[in-house]
Nanobody
Framework: QVQLVESGGGLVQAGDSLRLSCAVS????????MGWFRQVAMKEREFVGASAWSGISTEYGDSVRGRFAISRDNGKNTMYLQMNSLTPEDSAIYYC????????????????????WGQGTQVTVSS
């Protein structure tokens, strides 16, 4: 098990950029696929993007592809989400998630694929 802590959320204007971080602690010796999800009230958790532990594979949700980018620094046990060209529709609580795996190309896109979650960080984009 690992503990995940998101940071970097805040209030920005439409068109701005923001970078979220997800710090990993605990059993960091394992290999983890990691993902980002977001959620607004009364809606299901939406897939934003995911990265295989090897960094070989990265997947993105349709609504963010081309604007958001995931990177990870395994030496610092941190994953990042660079968000560009933000719109009010991107406003949500953003969660990072992790799942230990041997699959070097596995970048899962379902919440049920993950068993470690952070507490979330709020992103609000004003028009």
């Amino acid at each position: 098990q690992v503990q995940l802590v998101e940071s970097g959320g805040g209030l920005v204007q439409a068109g701005d950029s923001l970078r979220l971080s997800c710090a990993v602690s605990g059993r960091t010796s394992g290999k983890y696929a990691m993902g980002w999800f977001r959620q607004v009230a009364m809606k299901e958790r939406e897939f934003v993007g995911a990265s295989a532990w090897s960094g070989i594979s990265t997947e993105y949700g349709d609504s963010v592809r081309g604007r958001f980018a995931i990177s990870r620094d395994n030496g610092k046990n941190t994953m990042y989400l660079q968000m560009n060209s933000l719109t009010p529709e991107d406003s949500a609580i953003y969660y990072c998630a992790a799942r230990e795996t041997f699959g070097s190309k596995w970048a899962p896109n379902l919440p049920t694929d993950y068993d470690n979650w952070g507490q979330g960080t709020q992103v609000t984009v004003s028009s």
